[in-house]
């Protein structure tokens, strides 16, 4: 990576690690069993993907489609449950494993109507052993799919977290973002959303939409305020290729660069005053709110399954998941055939990224460094034996720490200065390992 790249503050999102463009087929399809046997499962965390969206954002490059066709939702939910039978099969004695903690994600899971979603429940505690009153889980929404059935069900199925996707409480800002709603409309789900006493409430917001100002932009921080939500997500926007604003795209995003950054600040700093942490970048957790037993980047720790199209699955030697796309056409082939698969296929890991000791210590290392708290080096060396950050990863972190990203306020702990959090998303890419960069550029030249 080049050092103008680096000088960007923002290239993509950076989460889990490796990206799943760097996934590729696996010749030899190795069985869950064996992939499994010798993994602890005392502490899984388990996500179930729903990849279903009444709209797809203009932002938006995730795995999901738009609407489903009579009976699609009920098929999917068929081909999850021989997934998850076949999961479960897999890993094992029941005495040996335990979930700690459950998330659906997606897409939308609450397009499901509010039957599908106390079926969902179901495949998770008696198909996989999850017992969702007993850990935390959490569950993404929509203002439009936020009805008062659906988080009647999740309250009462265990749900101690609702993340509801708002982006902008102005409405020409979501109609900008090609995420048509009316501030009236959001009201109404988050009135819902706390009447259904969940006890988190998530509020996403989106900065560096055409047309935002720092006024707007705090004009939609205060709303969000106003419902005390425990936690507020702060994404910048990103045209990303075959998305919908990317094919508005006219121009570079320099410009935009530099605004983003502007109101990155402004944001940051409001929710500080207003009692907020910084977890990460992007997630600010209000002081006095309820501990969760997920977080930023639970979603990276090893003993991960994921269940439906579009979710990954951790071990420690082999992240694994289906087919990933962008574009709407290959979501959608690549639905009908995980709704066409049977129990055989299932048992198999079909799509992903072998991981050796070096790329193990280079995620450990980015996905600590990119939270607030930082990567203390005693776990690291615990983790690692005969391995220190500096030894494995020196010319990476001296770049960084030569733009004056990296704090050395605590000799214990490696971590990003207040401006290097701002820059995590320019800063993740430059620790991707050479062999998973020429894997996600393969896969953006297909």
């Not at 009579?70 to 890993?91: C, H, I, K, P």
């Not at 897409?107 to 999850?130: I, V």
């Not at 009908?336 to 280079?362: I, L, N, P, T, W």
């Not at 615990?382 to 494995?392: L, M, N, T, V």
Request: with cysteine.
């Amino acid at each position: 990576m080049t050092t103008a790249q680096l000088a960007s503050p923002y290239q993509h999102y950076v989460y889990a690690y490796p990206h799943k463009t760097a996934y590729r087929a696996l010749e030899e399809r190795p069985l869950l069993r064996d992939l499994w046997a010798a993994e602890p499962k005392d502490a899984l965390s388990l996500y179930l993907h729903i990849p279903f969206c009444e709209v797809r954002c203009g932002f938006c490059n995730l795995f999901t489609r738009i609407g489903a066709p009579d009976g699609l939702t009920g098929a999917y939910l068929d081909a999850l449950e021989r997934q998850a039978t076949a999961v479960r099969e897999a890993l094992g004695a029941t005495g040996d494993v335990r979930f700690a903690t459950a998330a659906f994600g997606g897409g939308t899971p609450t397009f499901l109507t509010a039957a599908e979603l106390d079926r969902l429940c179901d495949l998770a505690e008696h198909r996989m052993g999850a017992d969702l009153r007993a850990v935390p889980l959490s569950v993404e929404a929509s203002p439009a799919t936020a009805t008062a059935d659906r988080l009647a069900v999740l309250a009462d199925r265990g749900a101690t977290r609702l993340s509801l996707g708002v982006q902008s409480f102005v409405d020409s800002e979501a109609r900008a973002a090609v995420r048509p709603q009316r501030r009236a409309d959001v009201e109404a789900a988050l009135t819902r959303t706390r009447d259904a006493r969940i006890p988190v409430l998530n509020i996403d917001l989106i900065y560096g939409i055409d047309g935002q100002t720092e006024q707007t932009w705090r004009h939609s921080l205060d709303a969000a305020l106003a419902w005390r939500p425990e936690e507020l997500y702060l994404y910048p926007l990103y045209v990303r290729p075959l998305t919908g604003l990317d094919r508005r795209r006219t121009g570079p995003d320099r410009a935009w660069d530099e605004q983003r950054l502007r109101l990155y600040r402004a944001g940051r700093d409001h929710l500080l005053a207003h009692g907020y942490t910084q977890q990460s970048m992007r997630m600010f957790r209000r002081t006095d709110a309820p501990p969760q037993g997920a977080d930023d980047y639970a979603c990276q720790t090893d003993g991960m399954i994921g269940l439906g199209c579009g979710a990954r699955s951790y071990t420690a030697g082999l992240h694994y998941s289906f087919d990933y796309a962008v574009d709407m056409h290959q979501i959608r082939g690549i639905i009908d055939d995980y709704v066409a698969g049977d129990a055989s296929d299932f048992a198999h890991a079909q799509v992903g990224y072998a991981m050796d000791a070096h790329e193990a210590r280079r995620r450990h290392l980015l996905q600590s460094l990119l939270q607030a708290e930082g990567l203390r080096l005693d776990d690291y060396r615990a983790r690692f034996p005969g391995s220190a950050p500096a030894d494995d990863f020196g010319p990476e972190l001296e770049r960084i720490a030569d733009r004056g990203w990296l704090t050395d306020a605590d000799p214990t702990t490696l971590r990003l200065t207040p401006e290097g959090l701002a820059h995590s998303d320019a800063i993740g890419p430059e620790l991707f390992s050479p062999a998973v960069r020429d894997a996600m550029a393969a896969y953006e030249r297909k």
